[in-house]
């Protein structure tokens, strides 16, 4: 004999139906909030495809070999190329990248490893954050003041060395976050198995923590890397700029933001389109840094 199903119990599940119904007064609010949401961050994405295209536009017609390999015409002339500022921002690059990353990496793991909760990593992580926030140009003036004015580098002022010591300072913050944050991320089951066996602490972080926080760790390295390649401000007090190809790390150096400053306000068209060249070699590059990160991020997911 079959128990039917008592009325109240139907009704009630007829109520509780789990089917979608736009007719509802929420279910209307949420289709226009989700809209609302929607064409805010259109908004908010418009800017960057315009500038990206434009620059495109402006700077990839005059992309050649002749444009990657030569030096820029004096004042007025046209041909020539961006050569030494290409060469200049990978000298500049590498050497605030051999400063930012051992001193980043080494601080996140300090703060991680080391001195989790005392009063001098709270103060080391809020002088990071306030750091990261510092205007660029801060930087550019006071490793002016710290070694271009003083000539510490065997009495040259201007200098590629200068220029890296400060973009350095600006991959500092963004190094050490990635750094802490990452580490924070790795279990702390593998800490205590390292323990365990016997592995002291520097071994289970060389051997253990380190590398499977590597990517985070690269993910913010990328990431410092594309933003002092995109700096000007504080190459404009300290590494100057330079017709020619570069003469080592204690003189003045071209670089392509600098260049792009410095052609862009010139009154001659040559030198005009020569920026927007650069504008979109350097774009590239720090676009393809940007997707290296989100490879690096998603091939750990994988």
């Known amino acids: 004999m079959s128990v039917s199903t008592p009325p109240t119990t139907r009704l009630f599940?007829?109520?509780?139906?789990?089917?979608?119904?736009p007719s509802l007064k929420r279910n209307r609010f949420n289709q226009i909030a989700t809209a609302i949401a929607g064409f805010?961050?259109?908004?908010?994405?418009?800017?960057l495809f315009l500038v990206i295209i434009y620059v495109l536009i402006q700077g990839g017609r005059l992309l050649s070999l002749q444009l990657l390999t030569e030096l820029p015409p004096a004042p007025g002339l046209?041909?020539?190329?961006i050569g030494n500022a290409i060469l200049g921002t990978i000298v500049v690059t590498l050497i605030a990248s051999l400063i930012a990353i051992p001193v980043g990496v080494g601080g996140g793991v300090y703060l991680s490893e080391y001195a989790q909760n005392g009063w001098f990593s709270r103060f080391v992580r809020f002088g990071n954050d306030v750091l990261a926030g510092v205007p660029s140009i801060i930087c550019g003036v006071?490793?002016?003041?710290?070694?271009?004015?003083t000539r510490i580098f065997f009495d040259q002022s201007f200098s590629a060395m200068a220029g890296g010591i400060a973009l350095s300072v600006l991959m500092l913050p963004t190094v050490i976050k990635t750094t802490y944050e990452g580490l924070l991320l790795v279990p702390q089951e593998l800490r205590w198995g390292a323990y365990g066996v016997g592995a002291s602490r520097f071994v289970t972080i060389t051997r253990i923590t380190l590398p499977a926080a590597f990517t985070p760790i690269a993910t913010g390295v990328v990431?410092?890397?594309a933003r002092a390649a995109g700096e000007t401000a504080p190459l404009i007090f300290t590494a100057l700029f330079s017709p020619f190809w570069p003469e080592g790390v204690f003189n003045p150096i071209?670089?392509?933001s600098v260049l792009i400053f410095n052609f862009a306000i010139m009154?001659?068209?040559?030198?005009?389109?020569?920026a927007w060249a650069a504008s979109f070699v350097l774009v590239?590059?720090?676009?393809?840094a940007n997707l290296l990160a989100r490879w690096i991020s998603r091939a750990s997911r994988s």
Do not use: C, K, W
Request: glycine share 10%; aromatic share 10%; charged share 10%.
């Open 13 to 21: 599940t007829e109520r509780l139906s789990l089917h979608y119904d």
């Open 40 to 47: 805010f961050a259109v908004v908010a994405v418009i800017p």
């Open 78 to 81: 046209e041909g020539g190329g």
């Open 142 to 149: 006071f490793i002016y003041s710290l070694i271009v004015a």
């Open 223 to 225: 990431l410092g890397i």
């Open 254 to 256: 071209a670089t392509m």
């Open 267 to 274: 009154p001659y068209e040559a030198q005009n389109e020569l």
């Open 284 to 288: 590239i590059m720090i676009l393809g």
